[in-house]
């Protein structure tokens, strides 16, 4: 068939929509019709060429929702009309880290996807002759996608999708953080670094685990005011004497729990300074640049901290979004401040400015 996508032809180059042609999805596949799609960080990195992995020609994208549209022989989890999320971080409920509760990380169809391509080896997007690859294994700037069963997660049909999408990244990201990772206990201290789309769902993952005090750290007065809204109860500005004013208001021990959520190394090391001795965790979720590496002296780490990483908030993905969205509609997370922008495919690129200039956490793309 043939659909409006967002093509990345060049590193650094805008994205270029244009038809493009979708193949059928395989036995074990689901043709998406996607209604909305956040634009995120991951996108533009991999667009501006920066990211060593990264390959082009491929539609980007990955915060979709949309509803299902036709399924494959052996496809017995969805069916046409459901509602889904995407997962870039898909869950075959089989591998070895599936079927184990302390990990989050199918290893079912890693390889192929790093390499643009859906299980198979093959892709389903293409213009012609040419082949174009897959991203993340989602690809949702676009019309429609082809995606294997377990990538999808079938959330409450209705849930707003503009709203749902979100779960498909950050949202998910920083809620998971704090409930799955770090698994915030009742009347605890935390500190969030960072209140962009994946700090603020840690602030609001907190508040959920009930926590009695959530200081949110940011450089950016508007971004405090949004943490504010998700429950935070302290906000400071960030910098370098940000460690001390937490220790100080902590009876000099420090917080509970730590979360980063800025991609900083530099941030990230206060993120564990922050951290009470005895047992206090600083939970890393934020990206670092290539190469970059985080520096702890390792007395912080003998007299009783931890230090956890935290990929898409430990979420499996089929299981654990459909209960975050239903969260959502039982009214317990405020999801609406987080679409600051609604833009149309075509206006993909401005989706890019508009986060480089720090204009709101989110723009989602709406498709008719
Ligand atoms: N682990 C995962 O699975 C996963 C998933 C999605 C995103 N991420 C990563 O999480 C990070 C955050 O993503 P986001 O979408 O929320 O980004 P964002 O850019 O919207 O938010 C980052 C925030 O950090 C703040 N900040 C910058 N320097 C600071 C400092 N010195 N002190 C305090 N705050 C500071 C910024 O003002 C901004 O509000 C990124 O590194 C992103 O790549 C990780
Ligand atoms: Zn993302
Ligand atoms: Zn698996």
């Excluded at 509602?83 to 890693?110: G, K």
Aim: net charge negative; with cysteine; charged share 25%.
């Amino acid at each position: 068939m043939k659909m409006r996508a967002a093509v990345l032809e060049q590193f650094g180059e805008p994205l270029v929509v244009q038809e493009v042609d979708l193949r059928d999805p395989g036995p074990d596949e689901v043709l998406v019709r996607l209604v909305a799609c956040g634009v995120c960080h991951t996108d533009m990195y991999t667009a501006s060429g920066v990211d060593p992995s990264g390959y082009a020609p491929t539609v980007l994208g990955h915060e979709g929702g949309g509803v299902v549209e036709k399924v494959g022989d052996k496809v017995s989890s969805v069916a046409p009309g459901d509602h889904v999320v995407t997962l870039f971080s898909p869950q075959c409920r089989e591998c070895v880290h599936c079927v184990d509760e302390r990990t989050n990380l199918c290893m079912a169809i890693r390889e192929q996807q790093g390499k643009g391509y859906l299980p198979d080896g093959t892709t389903r997007l293409h213009r012609g002759d040419e082949d174009i690859r897959h991203f993340m294994g989602t690809s949702t700037f676009a019309e429609y996608t082809v995606m294997p069963e377990i990538a999808l997660a079938k959330v409450d049909p209705e849930a707003p999708m503009d709203g749902a999408c979100l779960f498909a990244c950050g949202l998910s990201t920083g809620l998971g953080a704090a409930m799955n990772t770090a698994k915030v206990r009742e009347g605890s201290t935390c500190v969030i670094f960072g209140a962009g789309m994946v700090g603020l769902g840690a602030v609001a993952g907190a508040r959920l685990q009930g926590a009695e005090r959530i200081i949110c750290v940011d450089l950016s007065p508007e971004r405090l005011e949004l943490a504010k809204g998700q429950g935070a109860t302290d906000l400071f500005e960030g910098g370098p004497g940000v460690v001390d004013r937490i220790l100080e208001e902590t009876g000099g021990f420090g917080a509970d729990y730590t979360f980063e959520a800025t991609g900083n190394v530099k941030v990230m090391q206060q993120a564990v300074e922050a951290a009470r001795m005895a047992w206090g965790l600083c939970t890393v979720a934020g990206v670092a640049g290539k190469g970059e590496t985080l520096d702890v002296v390792p007395r912080l780490l003998i007299t009783g901290r931890r230090i956890a990483g935290s990929s898409f908030g430990g979420v499996k993905g089929r299981d654990g979004v459909p209960k975050l969205v239903d969260l959502w509609m039982e009214g317990k997370i405020d999801v609406d401040p987080f679409i600051s922008h609604k833009i149309t495919l075509d206006e993909v690129n401005k989706g890019f400015e508009l986060m480089e200039a720090q204009d709101g956490i989110r723009s989602v793309i709406e498709f008719n």
